[in-house]
């Protein structure tokens, strides 16, 4: 898989956000203080996971993490699966979940079910 590394894409043909680097760390590794998701900004084909801040999540320590997912759209969801992961959002649903989670050392995916071929990323944990 190439890498992908647009914050948001639109239109269709779109991309995804929170890097894909093919199962390799990219980068420092990422100590946030909680996490962010967003998919469907403005019924946009964009998709993105992000510290509070905005920067992209690439190589992230390992560890429990708040994150909050903002699903800004009811054709699109946002679901993040990897080593013992596996939380999304609904089709038809709009709104902000927060929730805990556990990254162990891996490769994780997010990915709008529906639009899966144009609405993903993956990042790396450390």
Request: proline share 4%; charged share 10%.
């Amino acid at each position: 898989m190439g890498a992908v590394v647009a914050l948001a894409a639109s239109a269709c043909g779109g991309g995804s956000g929170g890097g894909s680097s093919g199962g390799k760390a990219t980068g420092p590794v990422q100590h946030p203080t909680a996490l962010v998701g967003v998919v469907g900004h403005n019924d946009a084909f964009s998709i993105s996971l992000t510290d509070p801040s905005g920067k992209a999540i690439r190589n992230l320590a390992a560890g429990t993490y708040s994150m909050s997912v903002k699903d800004e759209s009811s054709i699109h969801d946002f679901h993040l699966t990897g080593a013992g992961v596996d939380h999304a959002t609904g089709i038809g649903s709009i709104g902000t979940t927060t929730f805990s989670v556990t990254f162990k050392p891996g490769t994780y995916s997010f990915v709008c079910d529906p639009h899966a071929s144009s609405m993903h990323g993956e990042f790396t944990v450390s």
